[in-house]
C-alpha cells in the first residue's frame, strides 16, 4: 500500500516570497503522485501530477514539483506566491490499478 | 470538456434521517470514488466502485452503503443519520484502466454538503 506525509500542517508566507510545501510518500511499488487544491468552500483541483518522464513537473498557476525517488519526496514549489494562493494543498499518491491516497492537507496563507 | 457531477450540491437532514447522493462520473471512466471531509479535516475515503463492482472501502460507516449502477452513475445512501455526518461529500472518477495502465488521476465534482440538524 502507499501512504502520504505531508510535513507542514500551517504555512503562513508573505505576498510575492517563494513557498515550498512538502510532500513525502513510500511505496512498494512505481507511483504517481498529484497535488491538488482546495480553495475556501470549493472542489479539489488538480494542480500538477507527475506520471513518468522528467522530474520537474509544472502545473497551473506557476506552481511546479520535483519528483525524488531517492528521497521519496513531492514537494511543491512557487517563486512568488500572491494573495489568491491562499488555499488548503493535498499531496496525492496512487498507483496503477490501486487506491488513491491523500495527504492530510497544508493550509497556506499568504499574507499580504 | 464534462466533469464529475453531483447531486444535490446541498443537503439538510435531521437525526436519524436518510439521505441519498448522487453523482454522474466522467464518460468512460472506470472508477468512482466517495470520500467525505468534515470541517478543516482532509477528504477521507469511504469506498470505491471500478467497473460497478465495489473496489475498496474505507472508513464507510455500516449506515452507509453505496452502489454503481448500469450507467455508471453511483449513489451514497446515508441512514440513521448522526450530527457527526455533517460535511462536505466527494465523489471523483477516474480511469484506473489496470489492464491498460491507467494513471488514476481523480478528477472531483464540487461536492455535495450535508448538514445534520
Known amino acids: 500500500a502507499q501512504s502520504v506525509t505531508q510535513l507542514d500542517s500551517q504555512v503562513p508566507v508573505f505576498e510575492e516570497a517563494p513557498v515550498e510545501l512538502r510532500c513525502n510518500y513510500s511505496?512498494?511499488?512505481?507511483?504517481?503522485l498529484f497535488w491538488y487544491v482546495q480553495y475556501p468552500n470549493q472542489g479539489l483541483q488538480l494542480l500538477l501530477k507527475?506520471?513518468?518522464?522528467?522530474?520537474l513537473v509544472k502545473g497551473i498557476n506557476g506552481f511546479e514539483a520535483e519528483f525524488n525517488k531517492s528521497q521519496t519526496s513531492f514537494h511543491l514549489r512557487k517563486p512568488s506566491v500572491h494573495i489568491s494562493d491562499t488555499a488548503e494543498y493535498f499531496c496525492?499518491?496512487?498507483?496503477?490499478?490501486?487506491?488513491?491516497?491523500f495527504g492530510t492537507g497544508t493550509s497556506l496563507t499568504v499574507i499580504p | 470538456a464534462a466533469g464529475v457531477i453531483q447531486s444535490p450540491r446541498h443537503l439538510i437532514k435531521e437525526k436519524r434521517e436518510t439521505a441519498t447522493l448522487k453523482c454522474y462520473p466522467i464518460?468512460?471512466?472506470?472508477?468512482v470514488y466517495w470520500y467525505q471531509q468534515g470541517p478543516g479535516q482532509d477528504p477521507q475515503f469511504l469506498i470505491s466502485?471500478?467497473?460497478?463492482?465495489?473496489?475498496d472501502k474505507g472508513s464507510i460507516p455500516d449506515r452507509f452503503s453505496a452502489q454503481q449502477f448500469s450507467d455508471y452513475h453511483s449513489e451514497l445512501n446515508m441512514s440513521s443519520l448522526e450530527l457527526g455526518d455533517s460535511a462536505l461529500y466527494f465523489c471523483?472518477?477516474?480511469?484506473?484502466?489496470?489492464?491498460?495502465?491507467?494513471?488514476?488521476?481523480?478528477?472531483f465534482g464540487e461536492g455535495s454538503r450535508l448538514t445534520v440538524l
Open positions: 464518460p468512460r471512466h472506470d472508477t
Open positions: 496525492a499518491v496512487s498507483a496503477a490499478g490501486n487506491q488513491f491516497y
Open positions: 511505496s512498494s511499488v512505481s507511483v504517481y
Open positions: 471523483a472518477s477516474s480511469l484506473v484502466g489496470r489492464f491498460e495502465g491507467g494513471t488514476g488521476e481523480l478528477f
Open positions: 466502485f471500478y467497473e460497478k463492482m465495489q473496489s
Open positions: 507527475y506520471l513518468s518522464g522528467s522530474t
